[in-house]
């Protein structure tokens, strides 16, 4: 059974760190292209970031979160994370991983394949 499980999210002020996780079941991580996406009240949904099957390709973050975010992958965890630094206001949103099966060693994410529940991350001063 596919499932992905994040956890890490919170609260935190301005300027502050978070490091996400989104625990893999199933299926092989490291096999498929896998994302972090985000969604906030009344904002359309945004692709985070991206890391290609295997790291064979260019990795992709959005251009609001370059330099701030990081996402890497634990291939003996099965595990993806985003650490993310600096966070801003405007990071506050659910987030959420997920995975496009239907695209083994594929480079693009897509969230409509298998996602997880998201956890809540809220930036406040």
């Known amino acids: 059974q596919v499932q992905l499980v994040e956890s890490g999210g919170g609260s935190v002020q301005p300027g502050g760190a978070l490091r996400l996780s989104c625990v893999a079941s199933?299926?092989?991580?490291?096999?498929?292209?896998i994302g972090w996406f985000r969604q906030a009240p009344g904002k359309a949904r945004e692709e985070v970031a991206c890391?290609?099957?295997?790291?064979?390709?260019?990795?992709y973050y959005a251009q609001s979160v370059q330099g701030r975010f990081t996402a890497s992958r634990d291939n003996d965890k099965n595990t993806l994370y985003l650490q993310m630094f600096s966070l801003k206001p405007e990071d506050t949103a659910v987030y959420y991983c997920?995975?496009?099966?239907?695209?083994?060693?594929?480079?693009?994410?897509?969230?409509?394949?298998?996602r997880g529940q998201g956890t809540q991350v809220t930036v406040s001063s």
């Open positions: 997920a995975a496009d099966l239907r695209a083994p060693y594929g480079s693009t994410c897509r969230d409509d394949d298998y």
């Open positions: 199933g299926f092989v991580l490291d096999l498929y292209p």
């Open positions: 890391l290609t099957a295997r790291n064979h390709g260019t990795s």
